[in-house]
């Protein structure tokens, strides 16, 4: 069992910046893919990003790949998710999650885009982008 325990968010001023953390507790957390999906207001989760634990290769959604970046410490079992220039359109609730990997096509069959993948998931965080 992994239980995920978000921090950070908030009101960010648009062109600001944001870091958003995600500390993990459970065992063998090298075999999990740890990612971060949004979720704003009438539309459906979405994913933004996704680290593999065990090499941390990281894998982003083309909408944020230029303003984002998902890093982890081992060392604190948590991952961050920095975004920078952030825009209004941006506001979300914001998610942590983590799947075991099961098959080796995990990440070349890009399993980690569908939240239906994920086994656990963070309490979520309200981003909101506004001046």
């Known amino acids: 069992q992994v239980t995920l325990v978000q921090s950070g968010g908030g009101l960010v001023q648009p062109g600001g910046s944001l870091r958003l953390s995600c500390t993990a507790s459970?065992?063998?957390?090298?075999?999990?893919?740890m990612s971060w999906f949004r979720e704003a207001p009438g539309k459906g989760r979405e994913f933004v990003a996704a680290?593999?634990?065990?090499?941390?290769?990281?894998y982003y959604a083309d909408y944020v790949k230029e303003r984002v970046t998902i890093s982890r410490d081992n060392a604190k079992n948590t991952i961050y998710l920095q975004m920078s220039n952030p825009k209004p359109e941006d506001t979300a609730v914001y998610y942590c999650?983590?799947?075991?990997?099961?098959?080796?096509?995990?990440?070349?069959?890009?399993?980690?885009?569908?939240?239906?993948?994920?086994?656990?998931w963070g309490q979520g965080t309200q981003v909101t982008v506004s001046s």
């Open positions: 459970g065992s063998a957390l090298d075999t999990y893919c």
């Open positions: 680290i593999s634990w065990s090499d941390g290769h990281t």
């Open positions: 999650a983590a799947a075991l990997v099961k098959t080796r096509l995990y990440y070349s069959g890009k399993y980690y885009v569908s939240a239906f993948n994920y086994d656990h």
